[in-house]
């Protein structure tokens, strides 16, 4: 079901458990609420042992008695599961709900997210808990969406994991010869006889059969979503038709959110980035690719579900948060498609683990710091922006971001064991599309391709079945396709392809992968362009890493490797396929050669960005749109005040001026009418 709300949310993780010894402080805190603009507030996360402080005794009126009080307040409640961290309680009595490590050692009672999954006894107090605040608070006026368990990520090898494995297994392969042939298992004479023998990959025992590393991921992602499905049945079951999210985080390797996203109705991030470890520029592309890929995990409006106030208490460094930095970076997810910003935590914990995490009320509890008043500033203006709920980001530009490729590849023993630097080739692709103001989606290999204008498919290195077709029909319809080293090499079990790579393409791309170097971290190759080339590239480029050669079997060399023995040889080709056309990006290219190579391709194709002319240096310009009028959102992220490159045709001011430079950090929203 769809998410919809009229106002940008606004608030945060609260934990009022944490204060019932305190009702002064639970009282001033509505009051800050209410100043600083927040109008949602997430409840439960983390209240199991107060909810049910002992098995079967529930204890919910503190919890109903707070939601009544925010609901008088105008304040909704995105009511948690409280699955992501169990009591004592359940630990001691049931000891199966403890995680075995890899190594088949039993974890002890304590952190979060140390429960098993598999287990019967965990999923039915999971069950009962969550059918029990269904029936209480499931339907109280305050609840807009349900928030499953949280940040969801770990694996257990208990004994009831690894029969679920084998039985998950069973079906996949249908028979154990099968599985023997697709996980090339006669290598080291590792033959399994029946599914029995088959456990999950550890230090201890097997671990140099991909095909297994492989699977055993994809049963981690396959047992996690069901688990969650389980818990979202159980509301449903008890007669709650909310709709529901989780928290995902940071391009989370342990999970393919791409799978979990199709059982949940929004998509919901944590997101923590580290302003000043780079120029803001550099860490607003990465932040916002990862805005992009959850918005791009349903191609829905998605929500900031954390993001803190101040500094962290987890990062290696704790770095406060510049002055305006808390504003831009909750604007720059309404600018990527999310329908508001939310904060971790509202009150600041007084003990244990995040004690000194940032917060929106910190220990003083005042309204006169500086925090505080930032937050009162973001809920201004996202109190002004409800108008753009709902609208959507439309994108001309598509990466390939897909997990389980990026799995099988980082497990496959080469071509660099230390290092393949796969998110940074993603984000070299991301930031050249960006500066030319294009949307940008992210898709895996199951996504459809249909509206696209052009598709990067950067180290692409599995191609699960139908994905070489389905590129193909993309390019032949009059995709511009542009595929980079070490793609197509091996199938969804991670056996090499037989007979040239890029498998499935190579008359598409018009070459034959023949070689790929890797180069140690100290040595580099140069990109030299070809006399006329086509896309009329006058300057080299350094490259790193990877660098691929290949054999020309129809396409053209653009540009050529400047040294070593493979001199002179292709290493940027283009071939011309049905429609459309295939580049071929064949080393690891430094950041100006992507966008180089973008900046050219576009021209060339005429495909045009949100605005004309050039963005100056430190801008993001991003647009939604919906029924008839697009949303032009300028924002800041360099050192200078910049003037805004605007639209052609008329266009009206929603926040902020267009005439005016924008300030570092600043905001600017203007909108035009398309009808």
Same mark, same amino acid.
């Given at each position: ?121 965990y999923r039915e107090k999971v069950r009962r808990i969550n ?28 004994? #009831? ?15 154990? /010869? ?56 159980? #509301? ?102 999310? $329908? ?70 980082? $497990? ?81 079990? $991670?056996?090499c392809y037989l007979g040239g790579v890029p498998h499935g393409?190579? $008359? ?42 290949? /054999? ?44 180089? #190579? ?21 801008? /993001? ?5 919906? /029924? ?48």
């Amino acid at each position: 079901m769809d998410f919809t709300t009229e106002r940008m949310l606004h608030g945060g993780d609260y934990n009022p458990e944490q204060w019932l010894d305190r009702p002064d402080l639970l009282e001033k805190d509505l009051e800050m609420l209410q100043e600083a603009g927040c109008n949602t507030v997430t409840l439960g996360v983390f209240s199991w042992a107060v909810l049910e402080p002992e098995e079967g005794a529930f204890s919910f009126g503190w919890l109903e008695e707070i939601m009544d009080r925010l609901y008088e307040r105008g304040i909704w409640v995105i009511l948690a599961t409280p699955s992501g961290a169990r009591p004592r309680w359940l630990a001691d009595r049931y000891p199966e709900v403890l995680r075995m490590d890899e190594a088949r050692r039993r974890d002890l009672f304590g952190g979060r997210h140390n429960h098993c999954f598999t287990s019967p006894v965990y999923r039915e107090k999971v069950r009962r808990i969550n059918t029990e605040l269904a029936k209480r608070l499931g339907r109280h006026p305050s609840v807009i969406l349900w928030h499953i368990s949280n940040e969801y990520g770990g694996e257990c090898h208990c004994p #009831l994991c690894q029969e679920a494995f084998r039985n998950w297994l069973r079906k996949r392969y249908g028979s154990i /010869e099968e599985l023997n042939r697709r996980w090339c298992t006669t290598f080291w004479s590792h033959t399994y006889q029946s599914f029995d023998q088959i456990e999950s990959p550890s230090s201890r025992g097997e671990r140099m059969l991909h095909g297994l590393n492989l699977d055993w991921k994809r049963f981690v992602t396959y047992q996690t979503t069901d688990f969650m499905k389980a818990e979202i049945t159980a #509301l449903r079951e008890a007669g709650s038709a909310l709709p529901v999210t989780a928290n995902f985080m940071y391009y989370f390797k342990g999970l393919d959110y791409f799978k979990m996203a199709r059982e949940l109705d929004v998509v919901s991030w944590d997101t923590y980035p580290l302003w000043e470890k780079k120029a803001p520029i550099e860490i607003a592309y990465d932040n916002g690719m990862c805005h992009d890929l959850m918005r791009s995990l349903k191609k829905k409006p998605f929500l900031q579900m954390e993001s803190c106030p101040s500094s962290t208490n987890w990062q290696g460094v704790s770095k406060l948060k510049r002055p305006g930095v808390l504003f831009a970076q909750s604007m720059q997810a309404v600018a990527h498609g999310g $329908d508001g910003a939310l904060y971790f935590q509202i009150r600041q914990s007084r003990g244990a683990s995040e004690k000194f995490h940032g917060a929106v009320i910190d220990h003083y509890g005042g309204n006169d710091t500086r925090v505080f008043r930032e937050v009162c500033r973001t809920g201004e203006a996202l109190e002004k922006l409800g108008e753009l709920c709902a609208s959507q980001v439309k994108s001309q530009a598509a990466i390939l971001y897909d997990w389980e490729s990026q799995w099988a590849m980082e $497990d496959s023993q080469g071509p660099r064991n230390d290092g393949l630097h796969y998110q940074e080739a993603v984000l070299k692709f991301y930031r050249a599309f960006r500066k030319r103001g294009l949307n940008v989606d992210l898709a895996d290999q199951d996504s459809s391709l249909e509206g696209y204008r052009i598709l990067a498919v950067p180290m692409c290195y599995q191609f699960r079945e139908g994905f070489a077709q389905k590129v193909r029909r993309f390019t032949q319809q009059g995709g511009i396709l542009v595929m980079t080293y070490w793609s197509g090499i091996a199938d969804e079990t $991670d056996r090499c392809y037989l007979g040239g790579v890029p498998h499935g393409l190579m $008359d598409v791309l018009g070459i034959r992968s023949a070689e790929i170097d890797g180069l140690y971290d100290w040595e580099e190759n140069q990109l030299i362009p070809e006399e006329k080339n086509e896309l009329g590239i006058t300057r080299s480029f350094r490259c790193k890493y990877l660098c691929d050669l290949v /054999e020309l079997r129809g396409a053209k060399s653009v540009m050529a490797y400047g040294k070593d023995f493979y001199q002179g040889t292709p290493a940027l080709t283009v071939n011309r396929y049905g429609k459309g056309s295939a580049w071929y990006v064949a080393a690891d290219g430094e950041e100006a050669f992507y966008e180089e #190579l973008i900046r050219l391709l576009l021209k060339k194709e005429k495909i045009k960005g949100a605005v004309p002319g050039e963005i100056p240096e430190g801008l /993001e310009v991003t647009t939604r749109e919906k /029924e008839g009028t697009v949303y032009y959102i300028y924002q800041n992220f360099g050192r200078e005040p910049a003037r805004l490159p605007l639209p052609e045709g008329k266009v009206f001011a929603v926040y902020g001026e267009a005439e005016e430079l924008l300030e570092p950090y600043g905001l600017a929203i203007l909108k035009q009418t398309t009808e």
